[in-house]
């Protein structure tokens, strides 16, 4: 029976499964392996010592199809950089790389139809149409796009908290919230945030999204801002789906698991959009990974 690894390389984790036929043997998860200009090296690296530790903790040394989906392989050149890295690890007899929004799909839809929704690091709405046709919604980048995403989220929260420290702005938990042992005053802010690249930025989204939890009114104005433009993608979808059939939305990305502040704000607001069918279930894309990777076995 074969052995699949299915894996799950984001911005802000990596995600892998190990199974042999049905049975699931082990699970693990590594650093982000999101694939960044000119770092194709480190992603393989990354993802490489994620998927050895899965194998190990399955008691295996390598497996027959790896199927990974990762973020920032949109293009043919960067897809093929990575799968040519990780052959020569010698992770699995077959290697397919595949975008992160193709495994998303696969979790949430198979063969079918539908919409998925992500907010990660980035955003974007992907769809299917029931003639097979794809759909793209966003996914722009941080300087064109990318509202309701990670980075968009954290960057409103920095906004705010120099806003507030001028007085152009009402005070918030933020303005202590983002400090981190390594970044301790507002200053130390200031210089980090000139500057961190867009993930990095993107990191401090959930401590808006706790702050938001928590009641704090600035952070939940940005996390509702947030639902609305993530929302507006998938009005902006609807129309390449014909007929008055509601269409199933699935939320994927790390903004959009079930514990983030954000997942409700947006399930609420798609069951208040006409034709559509929110899947209320917890999506794991990981697994659509190891579904390709079984068909390919």
């Known amino acids: 029976m074969s052995v699949c690894i299915g894996v799950d390389a984001g911005g802000t984790?990596?995600?892998?499964?190990?199974?042999?036929?049905?049975?699931?043997?082990?699970?693990?998860?590594?650093a982000p392996g999101a694939v960044r200009a000119g770092r194709a090296l480190q992603?393989?690296?990354?993802?490489?010592?994620a998927v050895r530790h899965a194998l190990t903790d399955a008691g295996l040394l390598h497996g027959d199809v790896l199927v990974v989906g990762a973020a920032g392989v949109g293009r043919e050149p960067e897809?093929?950089?990575?799968?040519?890295?990780l052959r020569a690890e010698r992770l699995a007899g077959r290697t397919v790389v595949t975008g992160d929004l193709d495994i998303a799909f696969e979790a949430a839809f198979g063969n079918g139809s539908g919409i998925v929704l992500v907010s990660g690091t980035g955003s974007v709405a992907a769809g299917r149409s029931p003639d097979g046709v794809r759909h793209r919604t966003?996914?722009?980048?941080?300087?064109?796009?990318?509202e309701g995403s990670g980075y968009a989220i954290a960057r409103a929260?920095?906004?705010?908290?120099?806003?507030?420290?001028?007085?152009?702005?009402?005070?918030?938990?933020?303005?202590?919230?983002?400090?981190?042992?390594?970044?301790?005053?507002?200053?130390?802010?200031v210089r980090w945030s000139s500057g961190a690249e867009p993930g990095e930025i993107a990191s401090a989204a959930p401590t808006v999204l706790?702050?938001?939890?928590?009641?704090?009114?600035?952070?939940?104005?940005?996390?509702?801002a947030a639902a609305d433009e993530l929302v507006a993608l998938v009005r902006a979808m609807l129309g390449k789906f014909p007929g008055k059939t509601a269409v199933p939305v699935a939320?994927?990305?790390g903004n959009l698991e079930p514990e983030r502040a954000l997942r409700p704000l947006v399930l609420e607001r798609l069951r208040k959009l006409p034709r559509t069918a929110p899947v209320e279930a917890a999506l794991d894309p990981v697994l659509g990974a190891l579904a390709i990777a079984r068909r390919g076995a």
Do not use: N, Y
């Open 13 to 30: 984790k990596t995600a892998v499964v190990v199974a042999e036929g049905e049975r699931e043997l082990a699970r693990a998860v590594g």
């Open 43 to 49: 992603a393989a690296s990354r993802i490489t010592a």
């Open 79 to 85: 897809r093929t950089e990575l799968r040519e890295m």
């Open 138 to 146: 966003g996914g722009f980048g941080w300087q064109m796009g990318d």
């Open 157 to 189: 929260a920095l906004l705010a908290v120099g806003r507030a420290r001028d007085g152009r702005g009402p005070a918030t938990s933020l303005s202590q919230d983002l400090l981190t042992p390594a970044v301790r005053d507002f200053d130390a802010l």
């Open 210 to 224: 706790d702050a938001a939890r928590r009641g704090d009114a600035v952070a939940l104005e940005i996390v509702e």
């Open 251 to 253: 939320l994927a990305g």
